[in-house]
């Protein structure tokens, strides 16, 4: 393990994706007991697989969600953006700084070069030196001892939501929004400023070759009652009217949703035409929810809304949701007019927007297996905030067949009910041209 680390500090000052490359991007053969992760399907370990394997069902898929889920949430080593601490006691750390989350985010470059990988973001950004002074910053570092990214701050300026739409939390705040990408999607990038079409590197499970990998982070202002048990981070916060900034302040925030988009489900080549087989669907979509952040309810359940917690994204009161959402069978029904739940409310400014009101419509499919896997999660970080996270489920393409058909996040699409699809919708950054299924492509790189 040492050798390795002292290969990667050679390697980063080239900004080489080919040294040490199955340590910096936790393959199996990085863990000594790697080969548990075959045998013990619940085991979590800093290291997950590289495809979704040959064999794939949605059972393996969910399985291989939650593997990279604790996998990339893994404490990163400090000062080593994208590695993870392999001697760190995830299941017994209360919080950690986690791997993705030291991955160039997306709002804090106009252009990406050799130095963004290694960027030190111990000073305070351009955009915020007219507001936050670095004795600000010193009094914040002091009154948060326990946040867990105190040398290197999210920059956090981003308010629409994939629909278009501003989502206001309990206490007025909007949440806000970070992209972030692997070391593979972060070195095609930089080096393919002219590439047309873009075609993102696919994980190689027979070359140990990782694959892309984004994650997108929906963050709740760390104001409301129950946010010390959500991941929480420094953040500068971006204010902004008319495209012109008004304000930046240094704030805790925490983590209500996550996406990680992983190109890991390599298509053979001999199954489609070589001259379209790069158009095929070869990431994977899984989703992830914070259980205390809205409430859920499973598709035709006759169940009530639980209103017994406070949800930070759900003010609604259980007398207005029977008097307007509710149709004349005694069944929820949220396309109501009078229906307030999973309706935007906040469009193109975020004051004065009322508070929105979000509600978790979950998809029977995959039901039972996801119920073990998120109960495994609790079991094993009960003392970690990570044990609060619920896998939703992980879409992928079965040779052009998406399974599961429907998938959405409450947070992160909540205005398409059940009939939504994370692939679906990434396909349409395709209609103009072909983009691989993702939009954030469009920086300066060089």
Known sequence: MIYSVLIYLTAVASSSVDVDHAYLHQLPTQCDN?????????????????TLGNNRTNQSVIRDAYRQFHALNWDVLEGLPGVADYRSNYLSKRDTYPVWQSWPNLNSFSKLDDTSWQKAKKEIPDICHDFVSFQDRALFEKNHPNITNLNTPLLLETLLNPQGNILIDSNGNPVYYSIHMNKVAFDYLKDNETADPKIFPAADAYANKRGSIFVKAAWLISSFSDAENYHRAAAFIVEKEQQQVTNCKLAVVSLSALHIINKNNPTPQALAPADTSYKLNMWSWATYLHSGAVPTKQQNSKSEVDLNSKYPLFTERFITIKESCYDRSGNLNTQLPTCKINKPTCYSNASGCEPSALLGLLSNEDKDILT???AKTAELLKSSVWG?????NSQWSDMGIIKPKYL??????????LDSSCSGCHSDAN??????FVFSTDLKLN
Do not use: H, S, V
């Not at 959405?408 to 009910?417: R, S």
């Open 408 to 417: 959405a996040n409450p947070i992160l699409e909540p205005f398409d009910g």
């Open 388 to 392: 609060n996270y619920r896998i939703l």
């Open 34 to 50: 790697y080969t548990q992760l075959a045998n013990q399907g619940y085991r979590i370990l800093p290291c997950f697989f590289a």
């Open 372 to 374: 073990i896997y998120n």
């Open 431 to 436: 209609t103009q041209k072909f983009n691989d």
